[in-house]
T-cell receptor, first 112, second 113 residues
Framework: DTAVSQTPKYLVTQMGNDKSIKCEQN?????MYWYKQDSKKFLKIMFS???????INETVPNRFSPKSPDKAHLNLHINSLELGDSAVYFC???????????FGPGTRLTVL | QQQVKQSPQSLIVQKGGISIINCAYE??????FPWYQQFPGKGPALLIA?????SEKKEGRFTISFNKSAKQFSLHIMDSQPGDSATYFC????????????FGEGTQLTVNP
């Protein structure tokens, strides 16, 4: 039983392209997140949605646009990809009350 | 500004030894301190967490020690095993920030057989 799933697991693309990463959770959580993990493994939150409403929007380029069609899904669309966007992107989910965040397996994005 | 500082960056321990990872925070409003464990190619997973109303929490071989006055907390792994080899992240959260977790920089733990 997959709790938080992401697709694709690997994404290799050229600079300037537009790509999307999908995330789904079947835990019944109402809050979902996107994190970026750089080459030094530092984890930084990018966005958070609660009941489809954006509640955290860190200083992220406008090229990154999250979309939450429903509470169980949070997708990340990236326009005009740059070399510096290469990283592992993690989706996570939680209930807004309790504190445990459950992470997906990650999507390794490589921009050539 | 890094609000949660973690050390060491990497740690090598012999099987059966004690692994100790330390974290220090600045924001006194933080009121929840989890530790996450991440294996290569996987997402982080909650290992153990503590709130500032207690000074220690133990779950099996894993113990969190919390020092509120020093604004420090640490993870102790007793009887370290090769299967514990992973990256460990401390984190902190304040209730008023909603669900925002601030992570430390991570510690790469290697337990040699």
């Amino acid at each position: 039983d997959t709790a938080v799933s992401q697709t694709p697991k690997y994404l290799v693309t050229q600079m300037g392209n537009d790509k999307s990463i999908k995330c789904e959770q079947n835990l019944g959580h109402d809050t979902m997140y996107w994190y970026k993990q750089d080459s030094k493994k530092f984890l930084k939150i990018m966005f958070s949605y609660n009941n489809k409403e954006l509640i955290i929007n860190e200083t992220v380029p406008n090229r990154f646009s999250p979309k939450s069609p429903d509470k169980a899904h949070l997708n990340l669309h990236i326009n005009s990809l740059e070399l510096g966007d290469s990283a592992v992107y993690f989706c996570a989910s939680s209930l807004s009350g309790p504190d445990t965040q459950y992470f997906g397996p990650g999507t390794r994005l490589t921009v050539l | 500004q890094q609000q949660v500082k973690q050390s060491p960056q990497s740690l090598i321990v012999q099987k059966g030894g004690i692994s100790i990872i330390n974290c220090a925070y600045e924001n006194t409003a933080f009121d929840y301190f989890p530790w996450y464990q991440q294996f290569p190619g996987k997402g982080p997973a909650l290992l153990i967490a503590i709130r500032p109303d207690v000074s220690e929490k133990k779950e099996g071989r894993f113990t969190i020690s919390f020092n509120k006055s020093a604004k420090q907390f640490s993870l102790h792994i007793m009887d370290s095993q090769p299967g514990d080899s992973a990256t460990y992240f401390c984190a902190a959260k304040e209730e008023t920030s909603g669900s925002r977790l601030t992570f430390g920089e991570g510690t790469q733990l290697t337990v040699n057989p």
